[in-house]
């Protein structure tokens, strides 16, 4: 059964900063995209940034230049970066991964509350 156990959300005042981390229990991690994904009240699940086995990265409009996706791939651990965090950046944030061979996971989510 892989899990991917999300950490390092929490309340944050506008301008900090927060790191997010995200373990990977399977196999495969190194040859999978993994992304990072948010959703807010009323809102759709909304890709944030997303990072390629070979270490390409993809990232939302609303988040370059703040947002940081990096994966560590002896740990199988990915990880995001956010600075200059905005009120409209509170969400739950979801961890993802694509293997190779088509199955895709899902984290449990972990909040993100930036206050103004």
């Known amino acids: 059964q892989v899990r991917l156990v999300e950490s390092g959300g929490g309340l944050v005042q506008a301008g900090g900063s927060l790191r997010l981390s995200c373990a990977d229990s399977?196999?495969?991690?190194?040859?999978?995209?993994m992304g990072w994904y948010r959703q807010a009240p009323g809102k759709q699940r909304e890709l944030v940034a997303s990072?390629?086995?070979?270490?390409?990265?993809n990232y939302a409009d609303s988040v370059k230049g703040r947002f940081t996706i990096t994966r560590d791939n002896p740990k199988n651990m990915v990880y995001l970066q956010m600075n200059s965090l905005k009120s409209e950046d509170t969400a739950v944030y979801y961890c993802?991964?694509?293997?190779?061979?088509?199955?895709?996971?899902w984290g449990q989510g972990t909040q993100v509350t930036v206050s103004s």
């Open positions: 990072i390629t086995s070979s270490g390409s990265t």
């Open positions: 399977g196999r495969f991690f190194s040859s999978s995209v």
């Open positions: 993802k991964a694509d293997r190779l061979y088509g199955a895709v996971y």
